[in-house]
């Protein structure tokens, strides 16, 4: 099945301010797709998320970065919110995780202005993607090239917009996130 990322094991990467539907949204089509998600931050408890410029509910935190190890994971997501995105991008344990990942190959899914992170990881140098349209001079000055479209894949990355773009994301996402198990099968075998 196509839509079937079984068995994959999904870090989620946010901190307060992250934008609700861009944490909720992808979640609910990997639960669909059988991976397992955990969401990891900086701090234990619960996070705020937005919905835009209001505050909408918590969501309960999975495990810290203190207690996470990127080889546990076979992919990441990045959900956006400006809040969550700035407060994470100076984060030093968020950017070794997903420099870690980079590094190892495993598909990386980020939205809106989460793209910061790798931006203040290093990442970003010759690479294309998308993000939010007021970061695109972050991206192009970080190295990169960015591109108005509602998915855009380079490699093990697969980026968007905003919320409206969620349904081709979580789309993109979860063929790159199985295309990658299925390498990975590959090279076990």
């Known amino acids: 099945m196509p839509n079937d990322i079984s068995g994959v094991r999904i870090a989620i990467l946010a901190t307060d301010g992250v934008e609700e539907v861009e944490l909720t949204e ?4 990997f639960d669909e797709a ?7 931050s900086v701090k234990p408890g619960k996070i705020q998320s937005m919905k835009h410029d209001e505050k909408s509910k918590k969501y309960k935190v999975d495990a810290t ?3 996470s190890d990127p080889e546990a994971f076979d992919a990441v997501l990045l959900p956006g919110g400006a ?10 344990s968020a950017q070794d995780f997903v420099r870690s990942m ?4 495993k598909p990386i899914a980020f939205i809106c202005h989460a793209p910061w992170l790798l931006i203040s990881a290093d990442l970003v140098d010759g690479r294309t993607l998308s993000g939010y349209h007021t970061i695109q001079d972050d991206i192009r000055n970080a190295g990169g090239e960015w591109e108005d479209e509602e998915v ?3 490699e093990n990355w697969v980026s968007s917009r905003e919320p409206s773009d969620i349904p081709a994301f979580n789309r993109e996402m ?5 295309e990658s198990r299925k ?3 590959r090279d076990a075998a």
Not at 102 to 105: C, I, L, S
Not at 174 to 178: D, H, Q, S, T, V
Request: hydrophobic fraction near 45%; glycine fraction near 8%.
């Open 174 to 178: 979860i063929a790159l996130f199985g």
């Open 152 to 154: 855009v894949r380079d």
């Open 183 to 185: 390498d990975k099968s």
């Open 34 to 40: 059988g991976a397992q998600t955990v969401l990891i």
């Open 26 to 29: 992808p979640r609910k089509a």
């Open 83 to 92: 809040l969550n995105a700035d407060a994470l991008r100076v984060v030093s």
């Open 102 to 105: 980079n590094d190892a190959g």
């Open 65 to 67: 970065f203190e207690n």
